[in-house]
C-alpha cells in the first residue's frame, strides 16, 4: 500500500478528505497502537479512522461500500 494509493481509496470511499490526510500522514506511519485515541477509533466502529476532529465531534461520514455500490471490490483500481 502506498500514500497515493490509500489517498485514492478513501476519496473514492466518501471518507473526509481531513481523514484521509489524518490516516495517511499519522495513523499508517507514526501513530501509536496502545492510546486512548486508538481505543476511541476502535470503540467509534466507523470502519474507517477519523481524525481527531471529526471523531470528536461526530462528524462520521456515510462511506461507500464497493460490494454494494460498485457491484464489486477493486483493490486494484487504486
Excluded at 8 to 24: E, K, L, M, Q, W
Excluded at 37 to 60: D, E, F, I, M
Aim: aromatic share 14%; hydrophobic share 35%.
Amino acid at each position: 500500500m502506498t500514500k497515493e494509493r490509500d489517498i485514492a481509496f478513501g476519496i473514492h470511499s466518501r471518507i473526509p478528505r481531513c481523514c484521509i490526510d489524518f490516516f495517511v500522514s499519522e495513523w499508517v506511519y507514526i501513530y501509536p497502537r496502545d492510546t486512548a485515541y486508538t481505543s476511541a477509533v476502535n470503540a467509534a466502529n466507523w470502519h474507517y479512522v477519523p481524525c481527531p476532529k471529526c471523531l470528536g465531534t461526530g462528524r462520521k461520514a456515510n462511506i461507500k461500500w464497493c460490494i454494494n455500490e460498485c457491484g464489486r471490490e477493486h483493490p486494484e483500481d487504486f
